[in-house]
């Protein structure tokens, strides 16, 4: 059976930090991008953060987070994390974590939006009070 089961969500201030982590099991994990997907109320999924495990590591970071978001992989456990630093009350959404073939393209791969993603969790609230 596919599993991805997310943790770390909270409450915390503004300027505070948390680690979320995605362990995954029941699918070949190397084969796979790995993302992080994040839904307020009322909007869309919104990438936050991928990983390509399969290929070259590469990641991805949406603009809003970059330099205070971190996403890394541990193989070994079949687990990927996202550090986030210096939250601000507009990350304050629920985040998911999800699996999904890397897209190709010009000779590199693009992670999948939300809805091309194979396997979903069930996310995991943050809440960043102001």
């Known amino acids: 059976e596919v599993q991805l089961v997310e943790s770390g969500g909270g409450l915390v201030q503004a300027g505070g930090s948390l680690r979320l982590s995605c362990a995954a099991s029941?699918?070949?994990?190397?084969?796979?991008?790995i993302g992080w997907f994040r839904q307020a109320p009322g909007r869309d999924y919104e990438t936050v953060s991928c990983i390509l495990s399969s290929s070259d590591g590469s990641t991805y970071y949406l603009d809003s987070v970059q330099g205070r978001f971190t996403i890394s992989s541990d193989n070994a456990k079949n687990t990927v994390y996202l550090q986030m630093k210096n939250l601000k009350p507009e990350d304050t959404a629920v985040y998911y974590c999800?699996?999904?073939?890397?897209?190709?393209?010009?000779?590199?791969?693009?992670?999948?939006?939300?809805?091309?993603?194979?396997?979903r969790g069930k996310g995991t609230l943050v809440t960043v009070s102001s």
């Open positions: 029941g699918f070949s994990y190397d084969d796979y991008a």
């Open positions: 999800a699996a999904g073939p890397g897209i190709p393209h010009s000779g590199t791969y693009y992670c999948p939006t939300w809805y091309g993603m194979d396997y």
